[in-house]
């Protein structure tokens, strides 16, 4: 069964087609990141604005140098201590990856996926795939096939089905044409772990008004089709308070917690995800896409920790709720 899934998605990208496969982060879109037209497909099918670059997967050092005209001594040293894993690098593009990929931009962001069905769809094509996620431009990104299906249909010819991702946030882009490296979308590999690689970091503030280097920059992206707000509160009166204050009414409401578990009361649904970081980001998304399913008007986030390695997080939230 892995074997045939693996030679028909090969099949499929090496004759121009997109497929969608499974990645440790998020559900890809994918298509062979040296064939322009193949590309297109998948802004085509997503919605996706031409300005919104794509990062390509590989599974290889030699396959990732294949796509870039340098590799400094920097960049190895975070393959050797993230890859296979959610790190993208962002270094200058090689000419065989057409400008579609990079939105027309020097750069391009390369990944090594660390799932196997990924690693094994990708070594068997002998291709390096453009992959951004399988869900139609600035909605929330899938992290089961059941979500793929639900927000694609039939709009593409396979979709490989590899289980639950286990990350479930896209991955940290990290830009090494600068120096010191910044970073341009924070993720589950957060600032501390990869300055014990670089010894430090840029300022990420300094990223704004330049080009778009990274998927995941746009002010509004990873969102429900509720509206979705993130609230601090210390009680159960607290938390209703609040909600009402900002004219909204507890019926419709969700709320999703981690640490002061308000009662269901009220409310449409209440659940809760562990007050953990990587529990919490393989969960969210799944909880997020069942609210909206469930026809949720407004969903309410508790507040997350402060730490870097709620950052990543923090962030899908913040762009999640913005208007």
Known sequence: MFEQAVKSA??????????????????????????????????????????????????SL??????????????????????????????PRAERIPSIVTAHGPTVGIRWPSH???????????????????????????????????????????????GQCQVGIESTVL????????????????????IAVTGTLSDRDAQQGQAVKSPGMLAKH???????????WRNDRELRQQILNTSNSLAGCHVIAHSVIPSAEGFDRVSVIPHDPEA???????????????GAKVIIVE???????????????KRASAT
């Open 10 to 59: 090969a099949k499929q990208l090496r004759s121009g087609d997109v497929v969608v496969l499974p990645t440790e982060t998020v559900y890809g879109l994918a298509a062979n990141a040296f064939d322009e037209k193949a590309v297109a497909k998948i802004f085509e099918i997503k919605g996706r604005p031409a300005h919104n670059p794509i990062i390509v997967h590989v599974v």
């Open 62 to 91: 030699d396959m990732a140098r294949s796509c870039v005209t340098a590799w400094p001594d920097l960049a190895e040293k975070l393959a050797r201590a993230f890859w296979p894993g959610p790190l993208t690098l962002v270094l």
């Open 116 to 162: 196997p069905l990924a690693q094994a769809i990708i070594r068997e094509c002998g291709l390096p795939l453009a992959a951004p996620s399988a869900n139609p431009s600035n909605l929330l990104s899938p992290t089961t096939v059941e979500h793929v299906v639900k927000a694609l249909g039939d709009r593409v010819p396979l979709v490989i089905d590899g």
């Open 175 to 194: 830009d090494l044409t600068v120096s010191p490296p910044r970073v341009l979308r924070p993720g589950i590999i957060h600032d501390e772990a990869l």
């Open 222 to 232: 990873y969102a429900p089709r509720a509206k979705l707000m993130t609230l601090n």
């Open 280 to 294: 919490f980001a393989r969960a969210l998304y799944a909880e997020l896409h069942c609210c909206d399913e469930l």
């Open 303 to 317: 507040s997350l920790p402060k730490t870097s390695e709620w950052t990543g997080i923090a962030d899908r939230l």
